[in-house]
DNA sequence: CCGACAACCTGTGAGC
DNA sequence: TGCTCACAGGTTGTCG
């Protein structure tokens, strides 16, 4: 499901919802995703204040109170098929439904994620202490990304710069379909070696990744599968793919036939006229 | 440090 | 209908 776009409308719709909303109790019901969920997660939720939902990346942070001043974060990672919506606390739990979140209004936010590539931990005090957010590289729709950083980060690597794209130490949140999209809206061919790009390039490349992610985000993210937002409504940026998914169609632009490859065994659309190397 | 590749796990659709 | 295979929106660890 869920690169930045995805997480990002997430994040909105469930904002209203748990902000300044206590945890009457959580349920952990499957403890095997990526990373273990804490053993005593439970019990540290249990009666904690949310007071904001963040993201880094395509992080999700739940800024928490526990009394006493004390403070902590519960980091969310939907992987590849995650998702995180709102039920009603009668709702049944579901196969795939390995945590709740359910709140003193009788809200319940439930992560569902059948792969079971995501995570949730808790970091008490800074969440950016936190291993998995120390090291992630400058949000996207920020300043502190732009063709300058992208042309820095870039002058020492030689694999494709779609690869390099997708390093989330390099820029937060984009995944294979927004490196895609971003690429094909630059002109660039995603085998690039980084190295060669100019830094004009580099900025064209940042622009695109900002003006493709905002877009997604407006659209409420892209729809794959059975994905649905928080509110159980679709996104809809997959109608507005320029090449991802498009093999074999023409070019919106020059009608030229949409190619694939892999690369580093991801499925990559490139118009082979409108992206050069 | 860099890059190639496997691994984690389940579901789905294509092809036979 | 049922089997096998390839592939799916992500990230990390290992090895050369």
């Known amino acids: 499901m869920p690169e930045l776009p995805e997480v990002e409308t997430t994040r909105r719709g469930l904002a209203p919802a748990v902000e300044h909303r206590v945890i009457r109790r959580a349920v952990v019901r499957h403890r095997g995703l990526r990373l273990p969920v804490p053993r005593g997660?439970?019990?540290?939720?249990?009666?904690?204040?949310?007071t904001s939902l963040s993201r880094r990346g395509k992080y999700l942070l739940f800024a928490c109170t526990c009394g006493n001043d004390k403070t902590g974060t519960l980091i969310v990672?939907?992987?590849?098929?995650?998702?995180?919506?709102?039920?009603?606390?009668?709702?049944p739990a579901e196969k795939h439904d390995h945590f709740d979140l359910e709140f003193d209004n009788g809200s319940v936010v439930r992560l569902r994620d059948?792969?079971?590539?995501?995570?949730?931990?808790?970091?008490?005090g800074d969440p950016f202490r936190h291993a998995l957010l120390a090291a992630i590289g400058p949000e996207p729709l920020t300043?502190?990304?732009?063709?300058?950083?992208?042309?820095?980060?870039?002058?020492?690597?030689?694999a494709p710069i779609k690869l390099i794209l997708m390093n989330s130490h390099v820029v937060a949140?984009?995944?294979n379909i927004?490196?895609?999209?971003?690429?094909?809206q630059a002109g660039i061919d995603p085998r690039t070696a980084a190295r060669r790009l100019s830094r004009a390039r580099?900025?064209?490349?940042?622009t695109a990744i900002k003006k493709t992610l905002g877009l997604a985000i407006d659209a409420g993210g892209s729809?794959?599968?059975?994905?649905?937002?928080?509110?159980?409504?679709?996104?809809?940026?997959?109608?507005?793919?320029l090449v991802y998914g498009r093999a074999g169609e023409p070019c919106t632009s020059c009608g030229t036939t949409i190619r694939e490859l892999r690369l580093a065994q991801r499925a990559t659309c490139y118009c082979p006229r409108c992206q050069r190397r």
């Open 143 to 158: 300043p502190a990304f732009d063709g300058e950083v992208l042309h820095r980060e870039t002058r020492n690597r030689s």
């Open 41 to 50: 997660l439970e019990q540290r939720l249990a009666g904690t204040r949310v």
């Open 77 to 91: 990672h939907l992987g590849m098929s995650g998702r995180l919506w709102l039920v009603d606390a009668a709702t």
């Open 114 to 124: 059948p792969r079971r590539f995501g995570l949730v931990v808790w970091q008490a």
């Open 202 to 206: 580099c900025d064209a490349l940042a």
């Open 223 to 241: 729809t794959l599968r059975d994905y649905v937002g928080s509110d159980g409504r679709a996104g809809y940026f997959q109608n507005q793919f």
């Open 173 to 175: 949140g984009v995944g």
């Open 178 to 184: 927004y490196a895609n999209e971003a690429l094909f």
